[in-house]
């Protein structure tokens, strides 16, 4: 079955620390972002990424960092440089062109910071 | 700047009863719109779409409607059930060619059985 897959689905920082999440696809998707939500803000783009070793920021990038070495990995560092971290965060992905059917998304990882 | 915008952060509705999710946008350049559905603790999933050339697209008890001359699309539920219970994410992609959908805030509506 394909998928894409979020881990670990919780997550609990120490403040100052940085903290990798792991996004991985077998569906052969070209494109994979990364999501962040908040009670009542939806959902917003922190990186998204049309090609391996490309990627580009969202609407909220600071703070967080990505990298694509491989088409089927998209992971996400939340770093110390990130302000308000604790939220729960999506990853998707698609196929280019973007169709009607928009994205595929993981089960989220829940980052809470103590 | 909010160019997707769902002014309704709740919605209750009784069981059998339809349920209507609103949508608005500012910008006249999104080609297709689509709805996600999505739980507590989980990804959002894809429930039905719509392309800016049509009016209506219907999908068993789903039905959304856009008024382009509004900007405004909307999302029916007849009947609604209580596994509807969720919140309901609309999103439009632009045609400026990035490769994203722009997301609303959500909506939770709860079905009341």
């Known amino acids: 079955d394909g998928g894409i897959t979020q881990s670990p689905k919780y997550l609990f920082r120490k403040e100052g620390q940085n903290v990798t999440l792991s996004c991985e696809q077998n569906l052969n998707h070209d494109a994979m972002y990364w999501y962040r939500q908040d009670p009542g803000q939806g959902l917003r783009l922190i990186y998204y990424?049309?090609?391996?070793?490309?990627?580009q920021k969202g609407d909220i990038a600071e703070g967080y960092s990505v990298s694509r070495e491989k088409k089927e990995s998209f992971p996400l560092t939340v770093t110390s440089a990130q302000k308000n971290p604790t939220a729960f965060y999506l990853c998707?992905?698609?196929?280019?062109?973007?169709?009607?059917?928009?994205?595929?998304f993981g089960s989220g990882t829940r980052l809470t910071v103590v | 700047d909010q160019q997707v915008k769902q002014n309704s952060p709740s919605l209750s509705v009784q069981e059998g009863r339809i349920s209507i999710l609103n949508c608005d946008y500012t910008?006249?350049?999104?080609?297709?719109f689509l709805w996600y559905k999505k739980y507590p603790a989980e990804g959002p999933t894809f429930l039905i779409s719509i392309s800016s050339i049509k009016d209506k697209n219907e999908d068993g008890r789903f039905t959304v409607f856009l008024n382009k001359s509004a900007k405004h699309l909307s999302l029916h539920i007849v009947p609604s059930q209580p596994g509807d219970s969720a919140v309901y994410f609309c999103?439009?992609?632009?045609?400026?060619?990035?490769?994203?959908?722009?997301f609303g805030t959500g909506t939770r509506l709860k079905v009341l059985a």
């Open positions: 999103a439009a992609r632009a045609t400026s060619g990035t490769y994203k959908y722009i």
């Open positions: 990424s049309q090609i391996v070793n490309d990627f």
């Open positions: 998707a992905s698609s196929r280019l062109p973007l169709g009607s059917n928009g994205y595929t």
């Open positions: 910008n006249s350049m999104f080609d297709y």
